[in-house]
């Protein structure tokens, strides 16, 4: 066994067992994150499938361990955009399975066709390295509201690999190699540089991933415990600790603040006469009331039953 084979075979058993982590830890999450979960789980599944290929290829034959060994790689940076895609509520296409069909007709072409080593790696890299900048662009198109370090950190790992994999289409460009070169032989370098950069993504990757999902759950039980369920409004406990932050400040700048309390009237009288569905739409229609007509910085909240509270900055 090369050095390269050697190294092949550690990174995919790494990714594996990642894999199988992922697999454990993905129960535990809440359903709108499990999809994204499988994506990521199977993407660091094919990634290692691909590596295992390039290890034991060997007693296949050339084209055969080729595809066996890109392909997978190929679907599993697929499979990672659509986890990322999934995280954020985007709905995978079935055009994102392009790159792969043109990652097949590239490694048949230039294996079998017209065997070259450097149009081989050079058009399947570029590959990967879109399929990388995809991610990178998905996560940060839809950070709004999420500074998470976890996924800052996720797109860092995308973008220090992408950034590897240019460079490496440079380098073998830049090289000379034979139609014939195998990067699996070990005999350069970048051979065995190129495994250990593969496993940033399944496996440093997969923490930061697992990290955002974390991130994204603890998000949601704040907002749930600061959220009146029905209106959307914040409830009554952020409705006194955000009053106590203003009065301080007001207080501070000299500045005027007022509070506003609304109570609705006979209201237990819509609830007896047409039922307490009716209730709920009558509190969420004087919500979105209160939404409209009140200005931009002004907080409201409901404050429990059918009272809301307005927190108004400025005035007297």
């Not at 050079?122 to 999420?146: E, H, K, P, Q």
């Amino acid at each position: 066994m090369t050095e390269a084979e050697a190294v092949f075979t550690t990174v995919s058993s790494m990714m594996f067992a990642n894999g199988a982590v992922l697999a454990v830890v993905s129960r535990d999450l809440p359903v709108p994150l499990r999809p994204a979960a499988m994506y990521w789980q199977l993407g660091t599944i094919l990634i290692a499938f691909g590596c295992a290929v390039f290890a034991f290829g060997t007693p296949l034959s050339r084209p055969i361990m080729l595809l066996g060994g890109n392909c997978p790689m190929v679907l599993g940076l697929t499979a990672y955009h659509a986890a990322v895609q999934k995280f954020d509520g985007i709905r995978p296409g079935g055009r994102q399975l392009l790159p792969t069909v043109l990652a097949i007709a590239c490694v048949v072409w230039f294996s079998i066709v017209t065997p070259d080593f450097r149009m081989r790696v050079a058009v399947v890299s570029a590959i990967w390295a879109w399929l990388m900048f995809a991610c990178i662009v998905t996560l940060l198109g839809n950070s709004r509201g999420d500074t998470s370090l976890s996924r800052k950190i996720l797109i860092g790992i995308f973008g220090v690999v992408m950034v590897y994999v240019v460079v490496r289409i440079i380098v073998y460009l830049r090289m000379g190699v034979s139609a014939d070169f195998a990067v699996e032989s070990g005999k350069d370098w970048l051979n065995l540089l190129s495994p250990i950069f593969m496993t940033f993504l399944p496996v440093v990757g997969t923490t930061a991933f697992l990290l955002m999902c974390s991130d994204n759950l603890r998000r949601q039980l704040e907002t749930a415990a600061s959220t009146d369920y029905l209106t959307g409004l914040p409830n009554r406990r952020t409705l006194a600790r955000n009053g106590v932050e203003r009065f301080k400040k007001a207080g501070e700048r000299g500045t005027g603040f007022a509070v506003a309390v609304l109570d609705l009237d006979n209201f237990k009288t819509i609830n007896d006469s047409h039922g307490h569905d009716v209730g709920d739409q009558a509190l969420v229609h004087v919500a979105d009331h209160l939404l409209k007509h009140t200005r931009r910085g002004d907080m409201i909240a409901r404050a429990g039953g059918e009272e809301f509270a307005v927190l108004l900055n400025g005035l007297d």
